[in-house]
C-alpha cells in the first residue's frame, strides 16, 4: 500500500537530441525524446509506464536514475531537486533492471561477483558480510547459493532476470526502474519473474516504475498507469480507470491491441490508426496526425494534461 507523499517527482522534464539528417547532410533536427512530463511517484506504489516503441519510455526511466540528465525541468527525489552529479549515497537509493537479461550481466564475472558489485563499490560490510548478503539475494530471488559461483551463460533467460533483480537489491534502494523487465522472456516464465517482483515489494516495500509496452503485463502489477506517446503524456490515471474507462483515443487503441482469444471479438474491437502520419509541430497534438476521431482545430494546439475526474488526467480536446 503506497504511503502518503511523493518519493519522487519530475517537473516538466524535458530531454532532447540534436540529430543530423545524413552523413553528408549539414542540416540539424532535433528529437524530443520527453517532452515535458510532469508526474509523481508515491512511496510504495507502482506506476506503470507505457506506449509503443520510441514514445520515451526508457529515455524517462534512464532520466529518473540520473544516467542521463534533463534538457530541461527538474527531477526532484525525496523533495529535493536532483543535481546534474548526484551523490554516491543517491546510487544506492534508486536501482534500475534493464530489459535485456544477456546483455545486462557482464559475462566475464561470476553470479556472486555480479549481485555484490554493488556492496564492495560502496563499501557496504566486510568480504565475509558481502558474501553472506550475496546468497541471501539468490535465495530472495528464487535461486540457490550454488548458483553464485557460476557464471551468466550457464542460466536460462528466467534465471538470469533473477539475478538481475538481485543485483538491484542488494543496497536496498527504495525506488527500483523495471524497464521492459520481462519482455525478452517466454510467456510462462513473464509470470513468474512479474509474481516475484509483486512479492518483493510487499516484502521490502519498495516503489516501482514499470515500463512496457504491454498493457496486459502492467495490468497486473500498476497501482496507476501513464500512457505516453511522443515524449509526451496523454493520460494518467488509476489501474481501474485505464482498463475500464480510457478516455484518450490512444489509449483506446492501445488496449485495442491487446490480444483477445475470440477472433471475431478482437475484429470488432480493433482501432484503425492512420498510417505514414506526418511529425507534428512541437505546439501540436502529438497525435492529432494519426488519432481516428480527430477534428478541425486539434493539430492546432497540444492540449494540457487535465483532470476529468479524481486523479483521471487526459491531455485531449475532447476526451
Known amino acids: 500500500m503506497a504511503e502518503a507523499g511523493p518519493l519522487v517527482e519530475l517537473l516538466d522534464v524535458r530531454k532532447h537530441y540534436a540529430v543530423r539528417g545524413g552523413l553528408f547532410e549539414g542540416r540539424a533536427g532535433l528529437v524530443r525524446a520527453v517532452d515535458g512530463v510532469s508526474l509523481s ?25 540520473a544516467l542521463e540528465p534533463p534538457s530541461a525541468g527538474e527531477v526532484r527525489f525525496h523533495g529535493r531537486p536532483l543535481p546534474a552529479r548526484p551523490p554516491k549515497s543517491f546510487r544506492r537509493q534508486v536501482q534500475m533492471i534493464f530489459q535485456d537479461p544477456y546483455s545486462s550481466l557482464n559475462p566475464r564475472k561470476s553470479v556472486g561477483a555480479i549481485v555484490g558489485e554493488g556492496l564492495a563499490i560502496h563499501g557496504v560490510g566486510s568480504r565475509a558480510g558481502q558474501r553472506e548478503r550475496v546468497l541471501e539475494l539468490l535465495g530472495l530471488v528464487g535461486l540457490r547459493p550454488e548458483h553464485a559461483r557460476r557464471y551468466p551463460h550457464e542460466f536460462s533467460g ?34 513468474q519473474v512479474l509474481n516475484l517482483l509483486y512479492d518483493l515489494q510487499q516484502r521490502l516495500g519498495l516503489t516501482y516504475l514499470f515500463i512496457s509496452h504491454d498493457l496486459a503485463v502492467v495490468s497486473t502489477l500498476a497501482d496507476r498507469v501513464a500512457v505516453m506517446y511522443r515524449g509526451r503524456l496523454v493520460e494518467l490515471a488509476p489501474r481501474e480507470a485505464i482498463y475500464g474507462s480510457p478516455r484518450h483515443p490512444y489509449t483506446r487503441a492501445l488496449m485495442a491491441a491487446v490480444p483477445i482469444p475470440d477472433p471475431e471479438a478482437a475484429a470488432r474491437k480493433r482501432a484503425h490508426l492512420k498510417d505514414n502520419a506526418p511529425v507534428p509541430a512541437a505546439e501540436a497534438c502529438p497525435f492529432a496526425p494519426r488519432c481516428p476521431e480527430a477534428e478541425p482545430g486539434c493539430e492546432d494546439e497540444s492540449p494540457a494534461l487535465s483532470e476529468i475526474a479524481p486523479g483521471h488526467f487526459v491531455a485531449c480536446r475532447k476526451p
Not at 171 to 180: A, I, K, Q, S, T
Open 41 to 65: 511517484i508515491a512511496r510504495g506504489e507502482t506506476l506503470g509506464l507505457v506506449g509503443e516503441s520510441g514514445c520515451g519510455k526508457s529515455t524517462l526511466g534512464r532520466l529518473l536514475v
Open 158 to 191: 528466467g534465471q538470469r532476470q533473477r539475478v538481475a533483480i538481485a543485483r538491484s537489491l542488494a543496497l536496498n534502494p527504495e525506488l527500483v526502474v523495471c524497464d521492459e523487465p520481462v519482455s525478452a522472456l517466454d510467456v510462462s516464465i513473464q509470470a
